[in-house]
């Protein structure tokens, strides 16, 4: 009750403001003599509220898309509707003056931003501070709601409930640090019965919770912050790494529905022991503990219920986001922000199906086995689907826990060693790496010493080009040559949009770069990538997307590696590692294999080529002797472009067409409105007043019909 009004007292406050700001907005008494002006302030500010909490919601559902492609602009429009529903209860209470559109337009942007404010100090909408185990239920339906590749009340009640609490949590932070602090926590004191949990958090546990709170797409976005722990103040990374393995866990329950859907069975008959707690939790599933009948020791890892319609929803919102960014902002421009959201997009969308995830497991094993310390698990197919894993269970601790792993008895510079070597080989010789080696996702045994993998969801892969390029620029750090790495770094590279380069002066660059950045003892292979970057960027150019991701997880290596043993630098580690590793697997043999493979391909290309080429070589003699050769120009991307233009000729005829009958048929029922002709009881005017208004209904829905048609077909992004 006291709830109830203090939310009335602070909406007639914020209306009272308002309307004092406002010259063309009053109120008079609901009805004189009876309501007075106080009590109608009181009544409306009841009313708003009302309003506030069934209408916007509706309207947002609905429309919320358009607050992120107008940039939050389209926030005037919804709270000028609310604002006029408002007059519309009560026109002669509410009075508008003059330019009326103007003023309600305005009265509602002040209004709602009073609100805000108000909200905050009085503590009204604090976070709501509770640990988001799982996604509800409804998201299934509304999963079912799809309409093509985008599903528009997903992505609208995404935005909502993104909105919303990012909101709670910015006004509690922004209160906590003025002196209006106690007098909020006074009242929440008030209003809810308890203390603010938050008021006993750092800024970096309120923004962890806040993280969680918002879903396992922005978990995943944290835990790749996380992973540039150079660049990131202790506290801020101590809350961050709790999000690779220490988020809130969902019910049993759900996991019991997920497991019996998948595996078509109870886990009673899968698995001889199944633990119904789970031992952890991450951002898109969690995992239980299970032995099966003969023994074997397994974890069961379980994606969360239906995080695929939320988390597509999250990653659609994020590229309207993204484009309306890049469209405004140069330094969006410059990062190719569009580019590097749908890398992350399409990463977290690979990592949905554990399939994927399966067969990477089993080639990152083939690719390990020469390593006797390094472990990747065994999977389990027969007890596996796109929604549930099922794989040996790998004892360790976080390759990180280098208190845990000293006391063990195990020496840290060979752990790092052993580390490197695997992660040389994936990225150099392989080409197929783990592309995520966060310290949750390796672990060590400390009664043997070896390392093990976890989480193959998402691999990077290069072919064999890339490799090598890929090492020229190892070595060339090692050997502090800025040129040389410049000249490697165009090879992993590519223009951004719209942007004119020039090489030489990239490469001019590189060598100021390389005295500067190459030469300092103290900077680690993250600060160079980073430094890297910016002047691929300054340039006009951006890494390959395949190279982002390896840059990402040598940065994340190399955090491990300065863990472990201070004194390694990735990049000479991983040169020397891959001398060793080259005096390992070039030797006769595999060179000699390597021969009859390519001799093998070439001869077969050249079998299956011969027919053609002779039957090309005979059709040019024939050519000849007749005295004409043909000669084929290939126009297939200009009949492309003459069908595109085609296409929009004929559309914008037709636009053409159709507007001037409609202008026609508006233009004539105006007139024929004006003209005084009565047949019988029948008034002339009064239809083609009816048949003006439909025509200009009509001539409103072909305009809007014909932006929404350009925009679709101006759309380039995929969405999901």
């Known amino acids: ?145 799809s309409s093509g590749r985008r599903n528009a009340i997903a992505e609208n009640l995404r935005v909502m409930q993104i909105t919303d609490i990012i909101t709670r949590y910015t006004k509690d932070i922004a209160v906590e640090m003025t002196p209006l602090a106690r007098f909020r926590v006074f009242m929440q004191e008030l209003l809810f019965r308890d203390v603010d949990p938050m008021s006993n958090l750092s800024l970096p546990e309120t923004a962890r919770i806040m993280l969680q709170e918002l879903g396992p797409t922005f978990v995943k976005f944290g835990q790749i912050v996380s992973s540039r722990a150079a660049q990131i103040p202790p506290d801020w990374l101590e809350q961050l790494e709790k999000l690779q393995s220490n988020v809130p ?74 484009k309306g960014i890049q469209k405004r902002q140069q330094w969006a421009r410059e990062i190719d922000l569009r580019g590097l959201v749908s890398e992350f997009a399409d990463g977290i969308l690979y990592e949905l199906n554990y399939y994927n995830e399966a067969s990477n497991i089993q080639l990152l094993t083939r690719n390990m086995a020469q390593f006797e310390n390094i472990i990747v698990p065994q999977v389990f197919p027969e007890l596996s689907s796109s929604k549930v894993l099922t794989m040996e269970l790998l004892q360790g601790v976080k390759i990180s826990d280098t208190a845990a792993i000293t006391a063990a008895g195990i020496d840290t510079y060979e752990l790092s060693r052993h580390f490197v070597e695997a992660m040389t080989k994936q990225t150099l010789f392989d080409g197929f790496f783990h592309a995520d080696p966060h310290p949750g996702n390796v672990l060590v045994n400390l009664e043997t010493g070896k ?78 990538f980073t430094a890297l970057q910016d002047v691929l960027r300054k340039n006009g150019l951006r890494l390959d997307p395949n190279f982002t991701l390896v840059f990402k997880t040598l940065m994340q290596a190399d955090e491990i590696i300065r863990r472990l043993d201070p004194n390694i630098a990735l990049s000479e580690a991983a040169v020397e590692s891959s001398k060793m590793l080259a005096r390992d697997l070039l030797t006769t043999d595999a060179l000699a294999q390597t021969v009859r493979t390519q001799v093998s391909r070439s001869s077969r290309e050249v079998i299956y080529r011969i027919p053609s080429l002779v039957e090309a070589t005979t059709k040019w003699l024939d050519q000849y002797e007749k005295g004409r050769l043909s000669v084929y120009v290939d126009t ?40 005084n002709l009565r047949v019988g009881d029948f008034q002339l005017s009064t239809l083609a007043f009816y048949m003006f208004i439909l025509g200009a209904l009509v001539g409103a829905y072909v305009v809007l019909s014909a932006l929404w048609k350009s925009r679709k077909h101006d759309e380039e992004d995929e969405y999901y």
Request: hydrophobic share 50%.
């Open 636 to 675: 297939s991307d200009l009949s492309k472009d003459v069908t595109k233009l085609d296409k929009a000729f004929s559309r914008s005829l037709e636009r053409l067409v159709l507007g001037l009958v409609l202008a026609g048929w508006i233009v004539g029922s105006a007139i024929a409105s004006t003209v």
């Open 451 to 528: 390392i093990g993998f976890l989480d193959m969801g998402l691999m990077g892969e290069l072919n064999r080009a890339q490799r090598m390029a890929l090492a020229d620029l190892l070595v060339s750090m090692q050997e502090l040559d800025g040129y040389s790495m410049g000249k490697a770094a165009l090879r992993l590279s590519k223009p951004l949009p719209g942007r004119k380069t020039s090489d030489e002066e990239f490469l001019e660059e590189m060598e100021r770069f390389g005295q500067r950045f190459l030469g300092n003892a103290n900077a680690d292979i993250s600060y160079s």
């Open 1 to 145: 009750m006291i709830y109830f009004v203090i939310r009335m007292l602070v909406n007639a406050i914020a209306l009272t403001i308002t309307i004092i700001l406002s010259p063309g907005l009053s109120i008079q008494p609901l009805i004189p003599g009876v309501i007075d002006i106080s009590a109608t302030y009181l009544i409306f500010g009841l009313l708003f509220g009302a309003i506030n909490a069934l209408i916007r919601p509706l309207v947002l559902l609905f429309t919320a898309r358009l607050l992120v492609r107008t940039m939050g602009l389209f926030a005037i429009v919804v709270n000028a509707f609310l604002f006029w529903i408002l007059s519309w209860i009560a026109p002669d209470t509410f009075v508008v003056d003059g330019f009326a559109l103007f003023w309600i337009a305005f009265g509602g942007s002040v209004m709602a931003g009073v609100v805000l404010v108000m909200e905050a100090v009085f503590g009204l909408d604090r976070p709501e501070f509770h640990n988001k185990t799982e996604t509800q239920i409804y998201w299934r339906w509304v999963g079912l709601l």
């Open 249 to 322: 866990p969902f019910s049993y329950e759900n996991a019991h529905a997920i497991l019996l859907h998948e595996l078509k069975d109870e886990p009673e008959n899968l698995f001889a022991t199944f633990e119904k707690e789970p031992f952890a939790a991450a951002s898109t599933a969690q995992v239980h503990k299970a032995t099966l009948h003969d023994g074997t020791a397994v974890v069961v890892k379980i994606q969360r219920p239906n995080i695929d319609v939320t988390v597509k929803a999250d990653l659609n919102v994020m590229r309207d986001l993204a």
